[in-house]
């Protein structure tokens, strides 16, 4: 059996294992969870923390309920419950249309100093506690010194 065969015979074995195993458009499960993990070497500095979000460009909530969990270097948890506003309202957001989805961005926080140098934690969850928040496409945390 030629190379070519080969790997044309295990992209098409596999093929549909991957359309299995992904879920609908737009969709995370119940509990979908993203981890950001920094290292704060410099605890001097500030630092801006955002938070991005793509959704579906149809979607229809006036809000984004999120949970924001932040862990300390010694462990310490510090939990935050969001509720974003995905339509223009007094918290400044940006919107980005591309297509079918449409990409949402936060400010968090401006001019944290992190008081413990080390790793830090940063878990964005859309949380069991929403019944039903599983159209988030993607989601983070991002982090800069200012």
């Not at 015979?9 to 920094?38: D, K, N, Q, V, Y």
């Not at 955002?50 to 932040?70: F, H, N, Q, S, V």
């Not at 401006?110 to 039903?132: D, I, P």
């Amino acid at each position: 059996m030629t190379l070519i065969s080969r790997n044309l015979r295990s992209a098409i074995l596999l093929f549909p294992l991957l359309i299995l195993s992904c879920t609908g458009l737009g969709s995370f499960s119940m509990g979908h969870r993203h981890i950001t993990r920094f290292s704060a070497d410099d605890t001097l500095s500030s630092y801006s923390i955002d938070l991005y979000a793509r959704l579906p460009a149809g979607y229809t909530e006036e809000k984004l309920p999120l949970i924001l969990e932040i862990t300390s270097p010694q462990g310490d948890l510090y939990r935050d419950s969001l509720s974003l506003p995905v339509t223009k309202s007094n918290i400044p957001n940006i919107s980005v249309k591309s297509g079918r989805w449409c990409d949402m961005y936060w400010r968090y926080r401006e001019g944290v100093k992190f008081t413990k140098s080390g790793n830090w934690t940063f878990v964005l969850s859309t949380g069991k506690e929403y019944e039903n928040n599983s159209e988030t496409g993607e989601m983070g945390v991002i982090i800069r010194k200012m």
